[in-house]
């Protein structure tokens, strides 16, 4: 089992920067591959970004390409979404994923695990 705790989110100007973490409890978090989903009002929830289990290998949605960064401490149990140059399209609840398998990382149904999400809002 693992339990996952989003934080960070909040107001920010367009052109402005956030850091998003989760938290994850449990003693296995280093052997999950982990993602960040968004969903905005009145849309389907959509990949952001994700992570391998070591942390060398990283995908992201072309929306966020070059502006966002996923990273993740192990030792911590924690994973990171750090978000520059957003915009106000990037207004979302931010939900942490975590999944088992080294697959189909864009896949929503393919995690496990879900944290209840930290809201993003950006203002133009």
């Known amino acids: 089992q693992v339990q996952l705790v989003e934080s960070g989110g909040g107001l920010v100007q367009a052109g402005g920067s956030l850091r998003l973490s989760c938290a994850a409890s449990?003693?296995?978090?280093?052997?999950?591959?982990m993602g960040w989903f968004r969903q905005a009002p009145g849309k389907e929830r959509e990949f952001v970004a994700a992570?391998?289990?070591?942390?060398?290998?990283?995908y992201y949605a072309d929306s966020v390409k070059g502006r966002f960064a996923i990273s993740r401490d192990n030792a911590k149990k924690t994973v990171y979404l750090q978000m520059n140059s957003l915009k106000p399209e990037d207004t979302a609840v931010y939900y942490c994923?975590?999944?088992?398998?080294?697959?189909?990382?864009?896949?929503?149904?393919?995690?496990?695990?879900w944290g209840r999400g930290t809201q993003v809002t950006v203002s133009s």
């Open positions: 992570i391998n289990w070591g942390g060398g290998l990283t």
């Open positions: 449990g003693r296995t978090f280093s052997s999950y591959a």
């Open positions: 994923a975590a999944k088992v398998e080294s697959i189909s990382y864009r896949d929503d149904a393919s995690y496990n695990y």
